[in-house]
């Protein structure tokens, strides 16, 4: 928790705290367990390749290694080998996004992050949350209170949502503040570009009937300690401007 002038509180959240609303929620140490194993096979066959070689010793602790290593690898041999790691870190993001997006909060713990959510709404608390999930964003959904969520940077509406937002109504709702650095599973860029700039990324409801029109890999930086190759073009930097 941290004190400022802007808001009363801010709450910083982590992978903890989705997982503390759904116990099958997966962590780092979670993932290539061979779940799915055959939905993403390139993937896989280097993850069982690595797994053999003898001077690298693979577990959770090495996860975020093996990320980092598809993601930054730059220098190939042949265009053949620069292919194959395109088509495996396409794998790769896709893989994670499957992991982590099919769970819902239980419950009897949704009761319960509605009622925090009231509670930061009512207190003007901001909340950083680093999870890519949607759990904050159909939890206020559901609330339906004349609460609503803001992500501090002006997002584009999807062209094709079908339930479009009484702009008049603003004036009635508390407006909570949700800051998502490492980005969502509900944003997503309309072209398939190196770069992510703020115009090209657009906000889609998981109610969109036309989600399919947009890239299938939502906006989102993995764990990875080569975060910087995400941070091309504008969208992060102003996403990382309004946290500073």
């Not at 939905?39 to 093996?66: A, H, Q, T």
């Not at 609460?147 to 062209?159: A, E």
């Not at 599973?185 to 029109?213: A, G, M, P, R, T």
Request: with cysteine.
């Amino acid at each position: 928790m941290i004190k400022t002038n802007l808001y009363d509180k801010i709450y910083i959240l982590g992978a903890g705290f989705s997982k503390a609303f759904c116990s099958d929620m997966p962590t780092i140490k979670d993932l290539f367990l061979d779940k799915e194993k055959n939905k993403f096979p390139k993937l896989f066959d280097m993850i069982d390749r690595i797994k053999e070689n003898g001077n690298y010793y693979f577990d959770f602790k090495n996860v975020e290694s093996l990320v980092s290593y598809i993601l930054s690898k730059e220098i190939f041999y042949s265009f053949e080998e620069e292919k194959s790691f395109a088509e495996i870190k396409y794998e790769l993001l896709k893989y994670i996004h499957a992991s982590v997006n099919e769970y819902e909060p239980n419950e009897k713990t949704f009761v319960l992050l509605k009622e925090f959510l009231k509670y930061c709404a009512e207190n003007k608390i901001l909340i950083i949350t680093f999870n890519y999930d949607l759990f904050l964003e159909k939890a206020i959904d559901d609330i339906g209170e004349n609460i609503r969520y803001d992500y501090g940077v002006s997002l584009k509406s999807s062209p094709y949502e079908t339930e479009k937002i009484n702009i008049g109504s603003y004036a009635d709702e508390i407006k909570m503040e949700i800051l998502k650095p490492h980005g969502s599973f509900n944003w997503f860029s309309l072209k398939q570009l190196e770069n992510s700039n703020i115009e090209d990324i657009i906000l889609v409801s998981q109610k969109d009937e036309y989600i399919e029109l947009y890239n299938e890999i939502p906006l989102y930086v993995p764990m990875t300690n080569t975060k910087h190759k995400y941070f091309n073009g504008n969208f992060y930097k102003i996403i990382w401007k309004k946290m500073k």
